[in-house]
């Protein structure tokens, strides 16, 4: 399944193993209006395949966004306050979108990621960057600051950092995003990022796809709660509901009886 449209693309890679593409490499994948409802409408569809597995985030060309199309901010800057607020919402649904999205997902970032690309590497579960990565939050150097990706960015950095690099503008890189846990890898060149892929594709493949749906359900949860009796009920009600679940028999069953489950030998299967 491939579907295309000017600036992203949504391709079935392998069975259940689906890549969403910033396909803009002329203009180093910079954001406009376009884009971002590209990829609401990618992401709206990819969330409908019931056999989707793991949805990658990546870009072609050297970057893997260098933040928003100037073209599209000279035209914002010329809009009234509603017309901007109507835009900036698309940009936080997007953001929202990605970050709610019920299967894993693991973002690949090489060259600049820039403005609006720090915002997708973090609404994403895995993050996995070449050296050659540049992480930049440069919006208060226009005047402007990082506003809808801010939700997703300090809690990937902490507010400590937050503090600095929205202030700052400056540039940090993939080993200091790794030292924040913005991002979880780093190799050494792009070329080295779908072979790193590979290794979080297959350590997904063992694990039951319900449950890991039901993982992300729960940090959601559990994050955003204070620890009290009505936390501890729902997280009770939570394990007992997915023990009683036919995924969560089967992989107890499995586990008791020293063999595989069934999705690992269905995804075995279904390898070409």
């Given at each position: 399944?491939?579907?295309t449209?000017?600036?992203s693309?949504?391709?079935?890679?392998?069975?259940?193993?689906f890549?969403?593409?910033?396909?803009?490499p002329?203009?180093?994948?910079?954001?406009?209006?376009?884009?971002?409802?590209?990829?609401?409408?990618l992401?709206?569809?990819?969330?409908?395949?019931?056999?989707?597995?793991?949805?990658?985030?990546?870009?072609?060309?050297?970057?893997?966004?260098?933040?928003?199309?100037?073209?599209?901010?000279?035209?914002?800057?010329?809009?009234s306050?509603?017309?901007n607020?109507i835009?900036?919402?698309?940009?936080?649904?997007?953001?929202?979108?990605?970050?709610?999205?019920?299967?894993?997902?693991?973002?690949?970032?090489q060259?600049?990621?820039?403005?609006?690309?720090?915002?997708?590497?973090a609404?994403?579960?895995?993050?996995?960057?070449s050296?050659?990565?540049?992480?930049?939050?440069?919006?208060?150097?226009?005047?402007?600051?990082?506003?809808?990706?801010?939700?997703?960015?300090i809690r990937?950095?902490?507010?400590?950092?937050?503090?600095?690099?929205?202030?700052?503008?400056?540039?940090?890189?993939?080993?200091?995003?790794?030292m924040?846990?913005?991002?979880?890898?780093?190799?050494d060149?792009?070329?080295?990022?779908?072979?790193?892929?590979?290794?979080?594709?297959?350590?997904?493949?063992?694990?039951s796809?319900?449950?890991?749906?039901?993982?992300?359900?729960?940090?959601?949860?559990?994050s955003?709660?204070?620890?009290?009796?009505?936390?501890?009920?729902?997280?009770?009600?939570?394990?007992?509901?997915?023990?009683?679940?036919?995924?969560?028999?089967e992989?107890?069953?499995?586990?008791?009886?020293?063999?595989?489950?069934?999705?690992?030998q269905?995804?075995?299967?279904?390898?070409?």
């Amino acid at each position: 399944m491939t579907d295309t449209n000017t600036y992203s693309t949504l391709t079935e890679r392998r069975p259940g193993i689906f890549e969403l593409t910033l396909n803009r490499p002329e203009k180093h994948n910079a954001f406009d209006d376009s884009m971002i409802q590209n990829l609401i409408t990618l992401l709206d569809q990819a969330e409908t395949i019931e056999h989707l597995r793991l949805l990658v985030v990546r870009s072609e060309g050297k970057h893997f966004s260098a933040g928003a199309d100037l073209g599209w901010m000279k035209r914002m800057a010329g809009n009234s306050h509603n017309e901007n607020l109507i835009d900036a919402r698309q940009l936080a649904k997007l953001m929202d979108k990605l970050n709610h999205f019920s299967r894993p997902t693991l973002a690949l970032v090489q060259g600049a990621a820039y403005g609006g690309a720090v915002g997708l590497a973090a609404c994403c579960d895995l993050v996995i960057a070449s050296r050659d990565a540049r992480f930049c939050l440069s919006e208060v150097k226009i005047g402007l600051i990082p506003a809808v990706i801010s939700p997703y960015v300090i809690r990937a950095i902490g507010e400590r950092q937050a503090r600095r690099y929205f202030l700052t503008a400056e540039a940090f890189t993939a080993e200091e995003a790794q030292m924040f846990g913005l991002v979880h890898k780093v190799v050494d060149t792009s070329a080295d990022l779908p072979h790193s892929a590979e290794t979080f594709i297959q350590q997904l493949s063992l694990n039951s796809p319900e449950a890991m749906m039901a993982a992300k359900s729960l940090i959601f949860t559990v994050s955003q709660h204070a620890i009290d009796a009505e936390l501890i009920e729902e997280t009770a009600k939570r394990i007992a509901d997915i023990r009683v679940s036919a995924e969560g028999q089967e992989g107890l069953n499995a586990f008791l009886n020293k063999r595989q489950p069934n999705w690992i030998q269905e995804n075995n299967n279904n390898v070409q």
